[in-house]
């Protein structure tokens, strides 16, 4: 088979060049207008979806790291709480311990100080009673011996009824 040139072109349909050639036209026309504008918004919303989901991604991140700060927060106020607590009550068993104390001191103090005024009382009242004793003997003595007893010998008789009357005799039971 020997085909020339000349002989390919003659058998050669010319309607299948021309379509041919209006294929590869339409192909480049595709290409240029269809194709790349499709593929750069095709890449253009893939970057964004890819950076709303890396911005996704963050916020999650971001929202887990104030989580767990706000657990470690919370955890911290909680503890912070029970010191509070803890400190109030060792405060207040403080507080109740002293009050106990001081009262228990003011109630000896308040006892004390009546068994003062008890024992002021009872030499106030002894002594009382002493001259209420020696002022009946005088009298007494004076009446058995009518008349009257020099300032001299009332102190003289004084002084001897008082050491012939028993202290003791004098106290009070209590």
């Known amino acids: 088979m020997n085909l020339s040139w000349g002989a390919v072109v003659k058998n050669l349909n010319w309607t299948f060049v021309f379509n ?14 269809l194709y790349k504008p499709a593929l750069e918004y095709l890449d253009k919303r893939r970057e964004r979806i890819a950076g709303r989901m890396e911005a996704a991604r963050e916020s999650e991140e971001s929202a887990a790291r104030l989580e767990a700060q706000r657990t470690q927060e919370l955890a911290a106020g909680r503890d912070r709480a029970h010191e509070i607590l803890e400190s109030a009550r060792t405060k207040r068993d403080e507080i109740i311990l ?10 000896s103090r308040i006892v004390e100080e009546g068994r003062r005024e008890i024992e002021l009382e009872r030499a106030e009242m002894e002594a009382q009673l002493r001259a209420a004793y020696a002022e009946i003997a005088v009298l007494g003595a004076s009446r058995v011996l009518g008349r009257e007893v020099s ?24």
């Open 20 to 33: 041919l050639l209006n294929f590869a036209i339409l192909l480049y026309l595709l290409r240029r207008f």
């Open 151 to 174: 300032l001299e010998d009332h102190r003289r008789f004084l002084d001897e009824l008082l050491e012939g009357i028993d202290a003791d005799a004098l106290r009070a039971e209590p």
């Open 98 to 107: 002293e009050a106990r104390v001081q009262a228990r001191e003011e109630a």
